[in-house]
């Protein structure tokens, strides 16, 4: 009887930790689709010509809009990218 209890327990943790995780994943994902989106009209609508290298796509993914926002200026600036 112990060891059911504890093997329903421990089901319910999981199914609890496996929901957060992709909570949190949920929103990753959104953030970086919209650094992708924000970077692609700031090529279209100012004509920045920013190059999607795999470095600047990885920027964008894992930063999001900040990413995006990082970028642009970055190609403002100093002209990287």
């Not at 992709?22 to 920045?48: D, M, P, Q, R, T």
């Not at 999607?52 to 930063?63: N, R, S």
């Amino acid at each position: 009887m112990l060891a059911e209890l504890f093997i329903l327990f421990a089901l319910i943790v999981m199914v609890i930790v496996v929901y957060l995780v992709f909570k949190a994943v949920k929103h990753l994902i959104v953030n970086s689709i919209l650094g992708l989106l924000v970077l692609l009209a700031a090529n279209l609508v100012l004509g920045l010509k920013i190059a999607y290298t795999w470095v600047v796509i990885l920027i964008c993914a894992i930063g999001g809009v900040i990413g995006a926002a990082i970028v642009i200026l970055l190609h403002l600036l100093t002209g990287m990218f």
